[in-house]
């Protein structure tokens, strides 16, 4: 089976979705960048080992690349999903695992991207957002789009309401493309 990676930085909602899925992967690691994110002990309930990497006790994005990397490896990881991971990822991860790493998005990219892509879809007061999954490049969700879907924007929205509609479908949409991909694309290697 392909061993994977989950990357999170926050609550974990979309790695849970992933863990829980029935894919043709196994998620063997969760690297987190925060001590203190919910999501660690989510994955200790899931039985999944954790690897919490601070970048603040890294002299700098290479070295703190090298010691998640040298984990990766270790634990033979050929995939990576980003679930809620806030870092952009640098040229140490992005060369070792060209075209393996995968993003989830709460917009229809390439519109509101980067940081609170909700917020910024309730500013500008458009009628439909979405979710965007896509590969991952060394720009700032920027990669190519692999997967989208529309979620209708109401005039009631609050931040949160959209936000709990937009995560519904990432919840779905994330495993089931992780399972295209996977079964598509990894399997006609």
């Known amino acids: 089976m392909i061993a994977a990676a989950v990357f999170a930085s926050g609550s974990g909602s979309n790695a849970e979705a992933i863990v829980l899925a029935s894919l043709p992967c196994s998620i063997e690691l969760v690297v987190c960048d925060k001590p203190e994110a919910p999501v660690i002990q989510k994955a200790k309930n899931w ?85 965007t999954i896509h590969y991952v490049d060394a720009g700032m969700d920027t990669g190519s789009i692999i997967a989208q879907e529309a979620v209708a924007v109401r005039e009631s929205d609050t931040h949160e309401t959209l936000h709990q509609r937009i995560q519904a479908v990432e919840h779905k949409l994330y495993p089931k493309t992780i399972d295209y991909i996977l079964t598509e694309q990894d399997g006609k290697e």
């Open 47 to 131: 039985n999944t080992e954790v690897f919490v990497c601070d970048p603040k006790t890294f002299p700098d994005k290479q070295a703190y690349e090298q010691a998640i990397l040298l984990k990766l490896q270790e634990k033979q990881i050929k995939w990576i999903f980003l679930a809620g991971y806030m870092r952009l990822i640098g040229p140490t991860l992005l060369e070792a695992y060209q075209a393996r790493i995968v993003n989830i998005h709460p917009s229809l990219l390439p519109a509101f991207a980067g940081k609170d892509a909700i917020g910024q879809a309730l500013a500008a007061g458009v009628k439909v957002s979405g979710v």
